[in-house]
Structures are given as C-alpha cells and as structure tokens.
C-alpha cells in the first residue's frame, strides 16, 4: 500500500503561481511512477504531468506545457507540482496517483493509488 496526501492547492488570481506538494508513505516511493490529474466539475478526470521513477522523464498535457512542471525528491518521498501563469480554466480538484508499472500512463484507470485531491481555485 501506497498512501498519498496532497497539499497546496488554494484560491488564486489569473497569471499567479502554486506549488502542490504530494507525500508518500508506505512502500518504496522510488519504485513508483507519479502522475498529476485534475478533474473539474462535471468533466472527467485527465492527467496534467507525469514523472518516471528516476525523474528522467516527464510528460505534459498540451494544456499546461510551459506553464507547469512536475518534479520529484525520492529522499523526501514527495513530487511536486509547480503551476506558474494560473489561467480560470485550470480550476479543478488536483489529485496525485502512483503507478508501479514504469510507464507514464495518461489514463486514470491504470494508477494503483491516488491522494484525496486539493481544490485549486483560479479567479479572472
């Protein structure tokens, strides 16, 4: 088992910045790809960024490419989620998921755990 608790997420005007923290307890954090999501009211959930397990690799919806980047510190067990030029449409619930396959997947269905999300409210 694989516990993941996010933190950071907050109200915010357009064009400004958050820092979303996800920390791993449990199983060996290092073994695991970590991934991003969001999900607004009424859409489906959709991955925002996803990181390999070494932090070699990463992957950025179209969406946020440039404005975004996900990072992790496998000796804190956390990655992180730096959202720079805050826009109202990236309004939604933000939750972290872990995967032990090493592949970064952009389908919810193939992550094994999932943090209980926090809100980030961008206002225009």
């Known amino acids: 088992q694989v516990q993941l608790v996010e933190s950071g997420g907050g109200l915010v005007q357009a064009g400004g910045s958050l820092r979303l923290s996800c920390a791993a307890s449990g199983r060996t954090f290092s073994n695991y790809v970590m991934a991003w999501f969001r999900q607004a009211p009424g859409k489906e959930r959709d991955i925002v960024a996803g990181i390999t397990r070494s932090g070699g690799n990463t992957y950025y919806a179209d969406s946020v490419k440039g404005r975004f980047t996900i990072s992790r510190d496998n000796a804190k067990n956390t990655v992180y989620l730096q959202m720079n030029s805050l826009r109202p449409e990236d309004t939604a619930v933000y939750y972290c998921?872990?995967?032990?396959?090493?592949?970064?997947?952009?389908?919810?269905?193939?992550?094994?755990?999932w943090g209980q999300g926090t809100q980030v409210t961008v206002s225009s």
């Open positions: 998921a872990a995967d032990r396959s090493g592949i970064i997947f952009t389908t919810p269905s193939t992550y094994d755990y």
